[in-house]
């Protein structure tokens, strides 16, 4: 089995397929930001080219390549990769980048004779283009060479290319894999418990926040402001809309956290609505969540869990960002002004 938290299934059917070397040409693997796309898709590569007897070892010298992205047959492209004049503001995996790195390289054996994997992060980024290039490689995919496609989007994809690609469907992972995770890697018990319901079945993000404490400082500030968002009056959450809109064209995955957030907020108002305060994920604001629970009846906190379910979705489907935010402050309920600190 690859060493992968949780994701039994998908984990499964690729050690399965290794085993009777059976292994398809292209894989669409799809999940939530931070679920675990881009660690199955490197573990993947590792044990393709791994030569230990039990692979992937995750130690060899090829497997370290291939994690630190220096292996010069596992490839990763994505937004941004290629260096131009225009490379920083482009908001599309561009066609250049898919002829340079996939269609040049693939044609060629791999240098160290194992397989060449070439992983497209955000796959859903890719241009028309773009996309239309990579099918004709995947329509006529060369021996041992892999396409992993990893998307938090699969519906932005052309259905060409998703029907030329074996599906994985990445499930968010139980709390208590990720907090056993966490704490074999040496994390603290309390934060290993609290990240792993911060996560929301997400292991990327935990492991993250383990290591980075950047990220739980920018997660404090957004509790902070989204707190205060609950409890302001329309005129302010129309200013929050039009800022969270003005940013989403070039920080779609920013604003796309910020959501995710904010549902998490309301589901915890749920859980002390209705009396299970110790099922709510944001244990350490707590207190605050009390405070803005009373603001609310059930009905209400439903309403706001409705109004950000549809605006995430809508966003998901590229629908204007602006009218979606705008609609959905409107459909969320309005406390009245108190004052929240995170």
């Known amino acids: 089995m690859l060493p992968i938290i949780g994701h039994e299934l998908a984990v499964g059917r690729l050690s399965m397929a290794l085993f009777k070397s059976s292994l398809g040409h292209a ?5 939530r930001p931070s679920i675990g796309k881009m660690t199955l898709a490197l573990t993947l590569a590792q044990a393709l080219n791994c030569r230990q ?8 010298p090829t497997c370290q390549r291939i994690v630190v992205g220096s292996h010069p047959d596992v490839q990763v492209v994505a937004l941004g990769d290629v260096t131009d004049d225009k490379s920083n503001s482009r908001t599309e995996i561009s066609i250049k980048q898919v002829r340079d790195v996939i269609q040049h390289w693939a044609n060629l054996p791999a240098f160290e004779g194992g397989y060449r994997v070439f ?26 060479v892999i396409f992993l496609l990893l998307s938090s989007e699969p519906s932005r994809l052309p259905e060409t290319v998703i029907s030329r690609c074996q599906r994985l469907d990445l499930k968010p992972v139980v709390a208590a894999k990720i907090e056993k995770a966490l704490l074999a890697r040496g994390c603290k018990e309390e934060k290993s418990f609290l990240l792993s319901r911060l996560s929301r079945g997400c292991p990327g993000w935990a492991l993250e926040a383990a290591e980075d404490d950047s990220v739980m400082e920018r997660r404090k500030e957004h509790m902070g402001g989204l707190l205060e968002l609950l409890s302001s009056n329309l005129e302010a959450r129309f200013e929050f809309a039009e800022d969270l809109s003005a940013r989403f064209a070039k920080k779609r995955a920013e604003v796309q956290e910020r959501i995710d957030v904010l549902l998490g907020i309301w589901r915890d108002l749920l859980m002390l609505k209705v009396g299970m305060s110790s099922e709510i994920n944001n244990l350490d604001c707590k207190d605050s969540m009390q405070l803005l629970a009373g603001k609310f009846d059930i009905r209400g906190i439903r309403k706001g869990i409705d109004a ?16 979606v935010l705008e609609i959905m402050m409107l459909d969320m309920p309005v406390a009245g002004l108190i004052k929240i600190k995170a």
């Open 27 to 31: 894989y669409l693997i799809r999940g």
């Open 53 to 60: 007897q039990e692979a992937p070892c995750g130690v060899c």
């Open 119 to 144: 992983i497209i992060g955000g796959a859903e980024m890719l241009s028309h283009e773009a996309a239309n290039c990579l099918l004709k490689t995947l329509e006529e995919p060369p021996e041992k």
């Open 308 to 323: 950000v379910n549809d605006a995430s979705k809508q966003l998901r489907r590229n629908a204007n960002p602006r009218l």
